[in-house]
């Protein structure tokens, strides 16, 4: 199973594995990470399960869909490697992937 690297605002890290087809978010929640909220349970709907992808992991993360990108511009810090943890899907090709939160997710 990848191992996925969570890092709170505050530099606290949480490495948990998650499995395959999971998504970066459903991994947080399940795991009771802190930071990422999911108000809208993964529909890529809300923003609150925004995160900064580390930059050496942005390209095997995929492109931003339109709706990904729309939900973005709502997210108050976005910066070019901001994804919706919802929209990653977890493959094996993600272990150690690195996300940071952003201090506040409204």
Same mark, same amino acid.
């Given at each position: 199973?990848?191992?996925?690297?969570?890092?709170?605002?505050?530099?606290?890290?949480?490495?948990?594995?998650?499995?395959?087809?999971?998504?970066?978010?459903? %991994?947080?929640?399940?795991?009771?990470?802190? #930071?990422i909220d999911?108000?809208? #349970? %993964? !529909?890529?709907? *809300?923003?609150?399960?925004? &995160? @900064? &992808?580390?930059?050496?992991?942005?390209?095997? *993360? %995929?492109?931003?869909? !339109?709706?990904?990108?729309?939900?973005?511009? @709502?997210?108050?810090?976005?910066?070019?490697?901001?994804?919706?943890?919802?929209?990653?899907?977890?493959?094996?090709?993600?272990?150690?992937?690195? &996300?940071?939160?952003?201090?506040?997710?409204?």
């Amino acid at each position: 199973m990848p191992s996925i690297i969570y890092i709170e605002h505050d530099g606290t890290e949480h490495a948990v594995e998650v499995p395959i087809g999971h998504s970066v978010m459903l %991994g947080a929640v399940e795991n009771n990470i802190p #930071g990422i909220d999911a108000d809208c #349970g %993964g !529909e890529c709907a *809300c923003a609150t399960c925004h &995160v @900064f &992808v580390d930059p050496a992991w942005l390209a095997l *993360c %995929g492109t931003p869909g !339109e709706q990904e990108s729309s939900m973005l511009s @709502f997210a108050a810090t976005a910066a070019p490697n901001s994804r919706l943890s919802c929209q990653i899907p977890v493959t094996e090709a993600l272990d150690g992937l690195i &996300v940071r939160m952003p201090e506040a997710q409204h």
